[in-house]
């Protein structure tokens, strides 16, 4: 007498629903902490992570894309309201 696979399927269901509403508390928990203790996102402080753990805190687009789960495209929003702020500084790369 086991798990049908109905069951299975529905336990499998239930893990990952569980799985997700923690996650959603825990970044919700996150983003009020920086938000109040630095002014960031957690999504802002993803990004300033990524580059700190590079030699001269650079990095370019597209690995960083990679690194913080955006698109190029949303990476290239974040980074340019980053760099209005004064947070970072893009510097052109001489090689693109």
Known sequence: MGLKDDDVTELHAHGWRTLAALYGLIEGELEQA????????????TVLDALS????????????ARATALSPSATTRLVNRLERRGLL???LCADD
């Open 53 to 64: 753990r590079q030699d001269g805190w650079q990095m370019r687009m597209q690995p960083l």
């Open 34 to 45: 920086l938000q109040a203790t630095a002014g960031l996102s957690v999504v802002e402080y």
């Open 89 to 91: 500084q893009r510097i």
